[in-house]
């Protein structure tokens, strides 16, 4: 079975600052990889995914992140952070596009707090 | 676009009540996905539905839930004599088509007491 690991369970970055999110993942082929933020009290937004083709993939806002095949990771990034980007940070991915494989297994998260 | 709706936002019940909640997925989707959401599990998968039909529901707990999809604007998630362990955020999310990106709702809050 597939899973997700968010190592971080919570980081603190100041305004301006870059961020850095981990995510590793168990599975043996290739996933499909996403991350979503949650806001407090809202449901999941998307800030990009990862198909195939370059490892890099560039999100809403600013984030970016980068897939590595060699170490099972799909860590989210970005370079100056704003104090509206305080969330919580889901990692997730899913492992097809036929029926037995879309649903999304999730990290735990990681919560993220943005001082000014 | 009013993306995917959810109601009620927020439900209190007893213990040993019933629960009934309700998602309407974007327009045109055709997926529609449950997810529970608790502090001790995280986000977990419930089940899925294609086309209105039931396509996996190995999330589902055995006795108590069950989710229905009777036209392609709505879809139930029912919980029968509520437990406490039951208190969650509850997700719905729809996808245009399968393997499609998955859009959330703002999810039904329960409170089982």
């Known amino acids: 079975a597939q899973s997700v690991t968010q190592p971080d369970a919570r980081v603190t970055v100041s305004e301006g600052a870059s961020l850095q999110l981990r995510c590793k993942y168990s599975y043996s082929g290739t996933p499909y990889l996403f991350w979503y933020v949650q806001y407090p009290r809202q449901g999941l937004q998307l800030l990009l995914k990862y198909y195939s083709g370059d490892p890099v993939v560039q999100g809403v806002n600013g984030f970016e992140a980068e897939f590595s095949k060699s170490n099972s990771s799909f860590h989210l990034r970005k370079a100056s952070v704003h104090w509206s980007d305080s969330a919580v940070y889901f990692c997730a991915l899913s492992v097809g596009t036929n029926s037995a494989g879309n649903k999304l297994t999730f990290g735990i998260g990681t919560r993220v707090l943005v001082r000014p | 676009n009013a993306g995917v709706i959810q109601t009620p936002r927020h439900k209190v019940t007893g213990k040993g009540q019933e629960a009934t909640l309700w998602c309407e997925p974007i327009s045109g989707h055709s997926a529609v996905f449950w997810y529970r959401q608790t502090i001790v599990q995280g986000l977990e998968f419930l089940t899925y539905?294609?086309?209105?039909?039931?396509?996996?529901d190995s999330g589902m707990p055995k006795e108590r839930f069950s989710a229905q999809m009777p036209n392609q604007s709505h879809s139930t998630l029912k919980i029968q004599s509520t437990q406490p362990q039951d208190s969650a955020v509850y997700l719905c999310?729809?996808?245009?088509?399968?393997?499609?990106?998955?859009?959330f709702g703002p999810g039904t809050r329960l409170l089982v007491l």
């Open positions: 999310a729809s996808s245009l088509d399968e393997g499609g990106t998955q859009y």
């Open positions: 539905f294609r086309n209105q039909a039931p396509i996996d």
